[in-house]
């Protein structure tokens, strides 16, 4: 039974297809973060792009902390 939270993350990555998918979501929006962020200049196209990768990336993480929680919650229940 995971007992930490990096316990729960792994057993969710483990057993849970959703939780696999956003983890996979967020890799590729951090991936493609550091595209843009290597370039020596950044187009308004690139910033745009930017942001938006940087708000998906936060709302799939708290989707993900959230699935974490619930399963926290119901280990410790």
Known sequence: MPTTTQDI?????????EYRRL???H???E?????IL????LSSEDLVREATLK???LRLKDQME???????QS???
């Open 9 to 17: 993350r792994q057993s969710l990555l483990a057993i849970d297809p």
């Open 23 to 25: 983890a996979e979501e």
């Open 27 to 29: 890799s590729r929006c």
């Open 31 to 35: 991936s493609q973060l550091e595209q």
């Open 38 to 41: 290597e370039s020596s200049y």
């Open 55 to 57: 708000k998906l990336k």
């Open 66 to 72: 959230l699935m974490v929680a619930r399963k926290q």
């Open 75 to 77: 280990v410790n229940h």
